[in-house]
């Protein structure tokens, strides 16, 4: 299981823009988030909150980028019917979610299942991964990474 302190796993993944690796936010603070599935209530929220602050993460030192399984065709639509402005990759394999221990088993009406922890890591200008936020509540988490970001890069 990664822990703080760690190195970030590499990773390239592809986008509605093209490949996106870790090597591209070399020298930069990156708030990489895993969340479940594009268009659903809670991802949904989580995204337009990571967009409207996009501009405050940039100023802070720091650029976002959020992944989930879906692909980059659904990422797109996604991103053009909530007005997103987060850069969001797509990792259909889940081998990054996995290495990342965001890919975890969950339970639902008494099954259980496989699937996406809403996870937030902080990795800073060095590739060490800084804070990890595991489980994630929506509510009030983007001022919580931002404040992180702050602190990291003050």
């Known amino acids: 299981m990664l822990e703080e302190g760690q190195k970030a796993p590499p990773f390239t993944m592809d986008s509605e823009n093209g490949e996106v690796s870790l090597k591209d936010y070399a020298g930069k603070t990156l708030v990489l988030y895993f969340y479940p599935k594009d268009d659903t209530s809670g991802c949904t929220k989580e995204a337009i909150g990571f967009s409207e602050a996009l501009d405050e993460f940039r100023a802070a030192g720091a650029e976002v980028l959020g992944v989930s399984k879906d692909k980059p065709a659904k ?80």
Do not use: C, Q
Request: aromatic residues 8%; hydrophobic residues 40%; charged residues 35%.
């Open 75 to 154: 990422h797109a639509k996604f991103r053009e019917k909530h007005d997103l402005t987060v850069p969001l990759a797509s990792d259909e394999e889940g081998e990054v979610i996995e290495a990342y221990g965001s890919w975890v088993e969950k339970s639902m009406y008494g099954k259980k299942y496989m699937g996406i922890d809403r996870s937030t890591f902080l990795i800073d200008k060095g590739g060490v991964v800084r804070k990890i936020w595991r489980k994630v509540r929506v509510p009030k988490h983007v001022e919580t990474v931002l404040e992180e970001v702050r602190a990291l890069n003050a």
